[in-house]
């Protein structure tokens, strides 16, 4: 998910981490843009000309492509949330964007209660900062209509005699607008009329400081009038002469983050009584309760007062705490609660009544007496669970976002070692840390505390899978907190058995799961009993909803899921766990690997995804304990989605790994599927010897078994092979030989991706009309098996097939139809692929600049993946980029080095592929520095050659425009 922030200083983050800096300012203005117009299609044409206002149309044009590549390779997995519903137009998909003006135009819309709402979407001035004509024409719109809101909203409310709202909408403007006392004088009156007179005068009070501390003034006789009177008609304190400063504790080190949190919580304390912070043990509910009464304790004249319970254990004793911590306000000693809060019925005072999980009925007994009989006051309790009263609002205490969790380390460290100064690796370290404890600032603190005596490197080395460094104490905190464990513990120690078995078994899981993954491995329980256990959980935060669209999905935070599984491991019930966890993830692959090719493909896309981290931890379970039919399952069946995301490498060692576990052989069927999955892993990498060996180990074991579908599956991968390293005619032949047992085979996607490799080895050959007819009998299969992965690859070597024939408009179309199919069954190599092969359309169509751009992509890709082919095809395709741009020398050496790497595969030209290059090299060739560049090229390493065809690509980027292609 990408939330862009325009209201204040501008802000985008991806999945909750800051997007990674930009080439030039001018990459943002163009996601603000699109963000200000979320879900609507903007002419590129007019994105151009507002951030490029003094370039030529067609240099403008040029600069958008290369910023969307940029801004592309920035946003990462979410790149596809820009997209392009017309060749002229962009927009951004509003599924996977979250902007603060679209929700902040959404609730103001709605009515006078969402125009409040609306309020805390409203961070500033529209894109802070910037002075673009453009942004300070839409600033001003913004301005003026959220003070007209807020002003309308609150007269609406007063209309209705709901004051105390009427008042918050003021409240919200004077955030920003701090100095209007006109505002201040009719807040004051909405104040008394809500009964909060005493709160009234002491807006004024802090009003008039402020304008004298900031702008050097003195307020109107006026409004210094108006208080007078509203003070003269507040019900006094319930004891004048008794001072009211309070007992709220001062914090030992100053806050970090939380303001959002913080301006939330001062609204709803104002306007209800009773809030309720939840969260798990040292998630910092005490801290950010503090820090509100802190910030409120002014608006109440009879103050604002803490009441630890934390080292409370019998429930009378909640009634007595309450009573020593009012003394100031009723010095009468251990009164029930009723008779306490009757006598301070008439008091104004905000109470903070701290850690009440382990006496949730007594402190629901005293909240709902106070709540009564004393309706000035204000309550925020803190608790892992709600207190199950009317009308009280639970405020969920969230963990620290990634920013202000580093943020919050570097301080804590400094503060423990002042002179530390961290260094990139430093600071590399601490985001690791930070990922690893989750946000939660306890344990962030706990391990930053350790810097006085470890670098950032060491400390993040010693957190390891056990958490051990955060055990040692840490000297002058609350016993509770002075240990990660003591903390866990205590959350721990409030839950039933029930609840504490779920937890445990829930531990198992590696990442986020659903409820019927738990009833999978919690076997033999009620279900209606486990989502009881589970609504208990997350209620005290000890498990959390997971950030997914869709299904709902849950997980536990890593350092929580550590400490409940050491106390699993301490029953001696890790193992029965682990190997049911391995069952449940076996038996998830066997189900989606029946929908991998059609219709269901896209939901066992999200499924795999969702599973990956139970897939690895499983298949490392399956290792360690020896279960080499396990893994041999996970290996195969998890392959073709390892493929489609790029995990070359991924899947490939994963298969090795797996036929490496002694026994495998004794399970032939499942031992042949993952030596072919290493065969296709090998191939996918362009290791062909390998490939081969592999896969005709594998067709040995599939024939003794007699499993028609592997036998086939084997014959097609190798004349895949074949036609990969230009052996055509042999490929040829293979695939015929392939075909009819493909036909026979009971995988349906078998004989419509033959069908179109056999059409794809006609084309090679220069049989151009068999491959036409060849690719008509693909498409059909395709079309009545519902294959709609492979009609993917059938569209993409059709594409080729139109480019030889010179049917420029078809080939062009039907990549376009290869890349959308690609995107949409979130196959990335086919992506690429159809990226790669349309750019040598584009050369032969004078576009040298265009070919280049998907080049550098496919270079990129493939350089990750491993894919030494699709390396070596991008290292000659940007060489004939630059020989058709006149770059003679630099791409005849490219070209050099491109040989010698498809030499070192094999991976030579097909015909068909090879008169094309003749083609395409024809007019480079009568250079007189060609032969020389291109023997000189044969001498580069690869890694020198891809440097060079980057650089290359960049140069030639950066002088020519570059059209639509499709982003």
């Known amino acids: 998910m990408i939330e862009l922030r325009l209201f204040g200083r501008y802000e985008v983050t991806v999945d909750g981490t800051p997007l990674r800096r930009l080439r030039t300012h001018r990459g943002h203005m163009v996601l603000a843009l699109l963000g200000l117009r979320l879900g609507k299609p903007i002419d590129r044409h007019a994105i151009a000309e507002t951030v490029w206002p003094y370039s030529e149309p067609s240099d403008a044009l040029y600069s958008l492509r290369r910023t969307l590549t940029d801004l592309r390779q920035a946003l990462g997995t979410e790149s596809g949330a820009i997209v392009s519903p017309t060749p002229t137009t962009l927009q951004l998909d509003e599924n996977r964007v979250l902007v ?102 002491a807006l004024y009070e802090s009003f008039r400081q402020r304008l004298a501390s900031e702008l050097g003034l003195s307020v109107s006789d006026e409004t210094t009038r108006t208080a007078d009177e509203i003070a003269g008609r507040a019900k006094p304190s319930k004891l004048d002469n008794v001072p009211v400063s309070g007992s709220i504790p001062v914090p030992d080190g100053s806050l970090v983050g939380r303001s959002e949190e913080i301006a939330q919580l001062k609204t709803r304390v104002r306007t209800r009584s009773l809030v309720t912070l939840l969260g798990l043990g040292g998630i910092g509910k005490t801290r950010l309760g503090i820090e509100v009464a802190r910030e409120l304790e002014h608006e109440f004249p009879d103050g604002a007062w803490f009441v630890p319970l934390a080292s409370i254990r019998e429930p009378a004793e909640v009634a007595m705490a309450l009573a020593a911590a009012l003394r100031p306000i009723d010095p009468q000693p251990n009164e029930p609660a009723a008779t306490l809060a009757t006598r301070l019925s008439r008091a104004s ?114 957190l390891g899978e056990r958490l051990e460094l955060l055990k040692a104490p840490a000297p002058g905190r609350d016993p509770r907190h002075c240990t990660l464990d003591a903390t866990l513990g205590w959350s721990l120690d409030l839950l039933g058995e029930a609840d504490r078995e779920t937890l445990y078994v829930a531990s198992a899981f590696a990442g986020s799961w659903t409820v019927d993954d738990l ?41 929580v899921r550590r400490f409940a599984w050491e106390m699993v491991e301490r029953g001696g019930r890790a193992n029965e766990l682990r190997d049911r966890h391995l ?199 395709c079309q009545e098996k519902d294959c709609t992965n492979v009609m993917v690859i059938v569209q993409l070597n059709l594409a080729q097939t139109y480019h030889a024939l010179g049917r420029t408009d078809e080939a062009y179309e039907t990549f376009a139809q290869a890349r959308a199919g690609a995107l949409e069954r979130k196959i990335a ?3 690429i692929m159809a990226e790669h092969y349309r750019a040598w ?30 390396v070596a095809l991008n290292v000659e ?68 050659a891809v440097t060079l065809a980057k650089t290359v690509g960049e140069e030639m980027l950066s002088v020519e425009p570059v059209a639509y292609r499709g982003n």
Request: with cysteine.
């Open 583 to 781: 069952a449940f993830v076996v038996a998830r692959c066997e189900e989606c690997q029946t929908n991998m090719i059609g219709v269901g493909s896209a939901a066992v896309h999200a499924i795999l995804t969702n599973i990956q981290e139970e897939i690895s931890s499983a298949f490392a379970w399956a290792e360690r304990s020896g279960d080499a039919l396990s893994a041999l399952k996970i290996a195969h069946l998890t392959w073709s989605f390892s493929w489609n995301q790029g995990w070359l490498e991924l899947g490939r060692t994963r298969a090795e790994r797996a036929i490496a576990i002694p026994g495998g052989q004794r399970f032939p069927r499942e031992y042949a599927h993952a030596l072919h999955t290493c065969g296709a892993g090998a191939w996918s990498q362009a290791d062909y010897d390998v490939t081969f060996t592999r896969v005709s180990e594998a067709l040995v074991f599939f024939k003794e078994v007699d499993d028609l579908d592997g036998v086939a599956r084997s014959a097609f991968t190798l004349g895949i092979v074949m036609q990969n390293q230009g052996r055509s005619q042999e490929a040829l032949e293979q695939l015929e030989y392939s075909l009819p047992l493909c036909e026979k085979a009971p995988g349906r996607e078998r004989y419509a991706s033959c069908l179109s490799a056999l059409a794809l080895s006609y084309f090679e050959v220069l049989r151009l009309d068999d491959a036409l007819e060849m690719f008509d009998r693909a498409i059909k299969e």
């Open 100 to 201: 603060d003006v679209r929700e902040y135009e959404r609730l103001i819309a709605r009515d006078a209660t969402g125009a409040i709402d609306a309020a805390d979407w409203y961070r500033g001035p529209l894109l802070d900062g910037w002075t673009e004509d453009w942004v300070v024409e839409r600033r001003g719109h913004y301005v003026f209509g959220f003070r007209d809101a807020l002003l309308r909203a609150s007269a609406m409310l007063e209309a209705e005699e709901r004051f105390s709202e009427a008042t918050e909408a003021l409240r919200k403007l004077l955030v920003h607008e701090p100095h209007d006392e006109g505002l201040v004088r009719r807040a004051m009156h909405l104040m008394e009329r809500a009964g909060n007179g005493a709160g009234a005068v």
């Open 349 to 462: 005072f905000l109470l903070l009544l701290d850690n009440c999980e382990h006496v949730l009925d007594a402190a629901r007994d005293v909240c709902a007496s106070l709540r009564t009989h004393c309706p000035n006051a204000r309550i925020v309790a803190t608790s892992q669970q709600t207190l199950g009263l009317e009308g009280e609002q639970s405020f969920r205490v969230p963990v620290f976002d990634h920013e202000d969790a580093v943020r919050l380390f570097c301080r804590r460290a400094q503060e423990a070692s002042p002179g530390l100064v961290l260094s990139d690796d430093g600071r590399e370290s601490v985001a690791r840390i930070c990922r690893r404890l989750e946000g939660i600032p306890l344990a962030i603190e706990l391990a930053a505390g350790r810097a006085r005596f470890l670098t950032p490197s060491r400390i993040d080395e010693l």
């Open 841 to 870: 359309l584009d050369l032969d169509m004078g576009k040298p600049a265009e070919a280049a751009a998907s080049f550098s992509v496919g270079l990129e890709e493939f350089t990750k993946m491993g894919e030494r082919r699709g």
């Open 829 to 831: 190599v086919m992506r």
């Open 877 to 944: 395709g940007m060489g004939l980029a630059a020989v058709a741009a006149g770059d003679i020398e630099r791409g005849a050496r490219l070209l050099g080095a491109a040989s010698v790497m498809r030499e070192a595969i094999p991976a030579m030209r097909c015909p068909a592929h090879e008169a094309r290059f003749q083609r395409q090299t024809a007019t480079g060739r009568q250079d007189a520095g060609f032969a020389d560049a291109y023997a000189a090229g044969r001498e580069l390493s690869p890694g020198d």
């Open 519 to 559: 009833l999978d491995l919690t076997q033999n329980t009620n279900p209606v009993d486990l989502v009881r256990s589970l609504e208990a959980l997350v209620d005290r935060s000890l498990i959390v909803e997971a950030e997914t669209s869709g299904r709902p999905r849950f997980k536990i935070l890593d350092p």
